[in-house]
């Protein structure tokens, strides 16, 4: 209880830690386990290639991939040893410890009999990944097996039975692994060749590298085997000290040095290299936020190397409000919360003020942000030539749309030429905009597709109201004209769109989608070309927001955008609407219809400050930073009417603020963030973070120890007064 309570200091923090974060909700759930048709990689681990050298496959290979996998190495001679060490591991009650976590281990991350679901129901261990515990089953292992190795060095006699059971077990665990090996290639190299697609290595040379990685660990398995066998042969120390060290270097050069050239230890500077472009990066935006559009983008723990500051990060480290806001503003992706799309209301919240993407057109605050255009998916619905125009009918769902995108093949030909295009009331046939496209400007390989941006000069207010848009070509030649892309599947994602623009607008985001449901927009999408209706629609998308970004600098592949409506990361507001509950907060920030620039959602105001700001005229007032450090902010405010200083900041208890002074409530804002009330006039604004939990557990931490220092102290004053009467009897001499 001591030892407990010495380390409060460190404890009560982690607790309100994970009270705050996701973390057990992030890794509930039961574990992937390995694949038990990998075994024979336990005695081979580069059977199926190695990426630090010219033997290799593919990423997946072995599945899930190499290093998941072969974590869980130890080594043929480990194994042999600790299987050995079995046979007494009654003996010691360590020993027994660690013969029964290795065994509870395997069964554990193999699933055996259903044995990872049961012991998943272990608090604690449900949330432990399989790729993260691998260390217990190594240490766990390697221990048995020195328990096998003191036990012969140890052994008072030959013991020429255990000798002969050693030679018996390494021979049968060696020809089973070669046997298992052997049938694991043929199976391994048809599923690179047939699902991976992978057609870069040869199978024959392949087999040859695979082979002489077999035979090479099987020599240096039966040379420590034979050593291990050895040492119950002889009495002679120093003979037996020489077999032991023969064991010792064949299961390092089996383990250690094999995966010497796998991922070496070197400086950080090579693991986050400062490249021209980085540089750059980091001189345009400074402390601003970024977002990295896609899965291409840097590591999750880039805001501590590099200093960019991502508005992602690891799934261990999210706070919970945190994480589900970005989730429902930038898309569900893998635990590095890679930014794949967002809204414009989004990079608002978290105040992104600049954006990198790969591609012209920014996947924020579109239609269809999710919707993968696979080519596979997609079809060309014929060349764009007189008489064969096409029209395209539809309904945006939001608001201020800026631009649509088209996607098109010129089918490897250089084009000539105008496409034009306008854009129609469907109900009443009004022209709301045209414009033209330059078929020179495009061209593409065979037919791969191509992003066609028809931008708007003016934002159009046109939610909810059906739209044509027409293309024609009135010049074009048949083979040197431009064919649009349609996919047939469209109904399903244009519903899903739809429904979701609905839920937003009744403030439930969050509700469940019964797609089989036609929405009632659904059936003012159709394609036409010529008279025809076809199947499917064009593969089209709408931008609420593209206009919004500026181009910075282009760092190819990557271009730099501004985001010219962005807030920075802390702004003032001057209206508010109150929450009443979590829930309510949530579905409040993420309708379309707050204004975040000038509006707060809060929970826990005070109602009356809050009525009385719907009174007060809207104003922009400049956030003046005296202070940006990661625990201590500072800031000064000049207002000519009360309003709330917003951060973007995750609200995390701890945070405490004075506002001139005075002790001010950090409350809960726009669901995951900080704001704090703040008066008219000039005002300074302190933000420190100053944990209790870390006050309160430094003086139990503390007052344990001087309780730890106080009970030694008294047991070794009680042992001495004890021990002093037995010194001075007559016959203690």
């Not at 990998?38 to 630090?52: A, D, E, M, R, V």
């Not at 270097?249 to 991922?263: D, M, P, R, S």
């Not at 048949?478 to 064919?483: E, Y």
């Not at 010194?727 to 001499?733: E, Q």
Request: hydrophobic share 45%; glycine share 8%.
């Amino acid at each position: 209880m001591i030892a407990v309570g010495i380390t409060a200091f460190q404890t009560l923090p982690f607790l309100e830690y994970l009270r705050a974060s996701r973390l057990l909700e992030q890794r509930t759930g039961v574990q992937t386990p390995l694949l038990s048709s990998t075994w024979p990689l336990q005695f081979f681990p580069s059977l199926l290639g190695n990426p630090s050298t010219g033997y290799y496959l593919h990423p997946s290979l072995p599945p899930p991939d190499f290093e998941t996998t072969n974590l869980a190495y130890a080594g043929a001679l480990t194994l042999l040893l600790a299987l050995f060490s079995f046979l007494f591991a009654r003996r010691h009650w360590a020993h027994g410890f660690f013969a029964a976590v290795s065994v509870l281990w395997l069964a554990y991350a193999y699933d055996i009999l259903g044995a990872g679901r049961i012991l998943g129901l272990i608090p604690g261990l449900h949330i432990a990944p399989i790729n993260r515990s691998q260390a217990i089953w190594l240490f766990a292992l390697a221990v048995c097996a020195a328990f096998a190795l003191q036990r012969a060095l140890e052994s008072d006699r030959r013991r020429l039975g255990l000798a002969a059971t050693g030679v018996v077990a390494a021979l049968g665990l060696i020809l089973v692994a070669r046997w298992g090996a052997l049938r694991l290639l043929p199976v391994a190299y048809r599923f690179a060749e047939q699902f991976l697609g992978q057609r870069t290595f040869d199978p024959v040379a392949s087999r040859v590298d695979a082979l002489a990685h077999v035979d090479e660990l099987t020599a240096l398995f039966a040379f420590g085997a034979a050593c291990f066998a050895l040492l119950w042969c002889f009495q002679n120390a120093w003979i037996r000290g020489s077999l032991a060290v023969g064991v010792v270097v064949a299961a390092y050069l089996g383990t250690g040095n094999l995966f010497k050239e796998y991922n070496p230890l070197c400086e950080n500077s090579h693991f986050f290299p400062v490249t021209p472009s980085i540089e750059v990066l980091q001189q345009k935006v400074g402390h601003d936020r970024l977002v990295i559009l896609g899965e291409d983008t840097l590591p999750p723990d880039t805001n501590m190397a590099y200093g960019l500051r991502l508005i992602s990060s690891y799934d261990g480290l999210w706070i919970r409000r945190y994480d589900r806001l970005f989730r429902a503003m930038f898309g569900e992706s893998n635990n590095w919360r890679n930014t794949l799309h967002g809204t414009a209301r989004g990079l608002r919240l978290f105040g992104v003020d600049w954006v990198l993407s790969k591609d012209e057109w920014i996947p924020i605050g579109t239609l269809f942000p999710d919707v993968p255009m696979e080519r596979r998916r997609m079809e060309p619905i014929g060349e764009l030539v007189p008489g064969a125009p096409v029209a395209q009918s539809f309904t945006p769902t939001l608001p201020r749309m800026q631009a649509i995108r088209l996607l098109a093949t010129t089918h490897g030909r250089r084009l000539d030429g105008l496409a034009l295009w306008t854009l129609e009331d469907a109900a009443t046939g009004e022209q709301l905009l045209n414009g033209t496209v330059e078929c020179r400007d495009y061209w593409t390989v065979a037919d791969e597709p191509l992003s066609v941006i028809l931008r708007f000069d003016e934002p159009l207010n046109v939610a909810g109201r059906a739209l044509t848009l027409r293309l024609e070509a009135p010049d074009a030649q048949p083979g040197r004209a431009l064919s649009l892309f349609a996919r047939r599947d469209a109904d399903g994602y244009v519903n899903l769109a739809l429904w979701r623009a609905t839920n937003l607008r009744a403030l439930t985001p969050e509700l469940s989608i019964d797609n089989t449901v036609p929405h009632p927009d659904l059936g003012s999408w159709r394609l036409h070309r010529g008279a025809e209706r076809l199947e499917g629609q064009l593969c089209l998308d709408v931008s609420y927001a593209l206009n919004d970004f500026e181009l910075a600098e282009s760092l190819p592949p990557f271009d730099l955008f501004r985001y010219k409506r962005g807030l920075t990361r802390w702004h003032t507001v001057t209206r508010a609407v109150a929450a009443e509950s979590e829930e309510r907060a949530f579905a409040l920030t993420v309708a379309p219809t707050l204004d975040v620039a000038t509006t707060v959602v809060l929970e826990g105001a005070d109602p009356a400050e809050v009525k009385a700001a719907a009174e007060l005229p809207e104003e922009i007032a400049p956030v003046n930073v005296l202070v940006d450090l990661a625990t201590r902010k500072r800031f000064e405010v000049t207002r000519r009417s009360p309003g709330w200083l917003v951060l973007t900041t995750p609200w995390f208890p701890g945070w405490k603020a004075r506002v001139n002074g005075r002790d001010q409530p950090v409350l809960h804002a726009n669901y995951a963030f900080g704001a704090v009330r703040i008066g008219a006039g000039t005002s300074t604004i302190d933000f420190v973070y100053d944990p209790d939990s870390l006050r309160i557990g430094g003086w139990i931490s503390l007052a344990c120890l001087g309780a730890g220092v106080l009970l030694v102290g008294g047991l070794v004053l009680i042992r001495r007064r004890g021990l002093a009467p037995m010194a001075r009897s007559p016959g203690s001499g």
